[in-house]
């Protein structure tokens, strides 16, 4: 079944707060992705849908666009429907907007555990460029970067 993925608005966030707390140890809340979807000038979120199971958001991700950078904010995938492709698909269209907007580079921070999202990103061109101590309170991000020269549509 192919997913649809469209931009994120507030009636999809009862489902994104659902796989939010089954993915993070520390969720965002409510309020967090209000205020993002607000901030349409530089932020881009979107959510992943089956359209043929009642249009049930299995995933979502958010990107901010400052200047000629671009920073992949948050990315899930509903725990049953992960390593299914929607993961990349997210991905691919946050690059494709950053993209088109013109940034120079894509940059995210992923749990120094959390292998399975390092290797998605390297398979898109992604590249450690370093640590950041304590990112997670609990845990090190490893810092990844994405020169969009390199990217294509």
């Known amino acids: 079944m192919e997913v ?3 931009p994120m608005t ?3 966030l009862v489902d ?3 796989i ?3 993915s993070f140890i520390y969720p965002w809340s409510r309020g967090a992705f209000e205020k ?3 901030r349409k000038s530089h932020a881009y979120y979107i ?4 359209p043929l199971n009642n249009n049930k958001t299995v995933g979502y991700g958010g990107v901010w666009l400052l200047f000629d950078e671009a920073h992949i904010t948050t990315l899930a995938v509903h725990p049953s429907h992960r390593r299914t492709g929607i993961g990349s698909a997210l991905l691919r269209n946050l690059l494709q907007q950053s993209f088109l ?7 995210l921070e992923v749990r120094d555990s959390n292998y399975i999202a390092q290797r998605m990103y390297e398979k898109y061109g992604f590249k450690e460029k370093g640590k950041r101590r304590n990112y997670y309170y609990d845990e090190d991000a490893v810092l990844m970067v994405c020169m969009m020269e390199s990217f294509i549509l």
């Open 4 to 6: 649809t993925i469209s």
């Open 10 to 12: 507030n009636e999809d």
């Open 16 to 18: 994104v707060l659902e």
């Open 20 to 22: 939010e707390r089954d």
């Open 36 to 38: 993002e979807l607000l």
């Open 47 to 50: 959510v992943a849908k089956y």
């Open 101 to 107: 907007k013109g940034v120079s580079q894509v940059v």
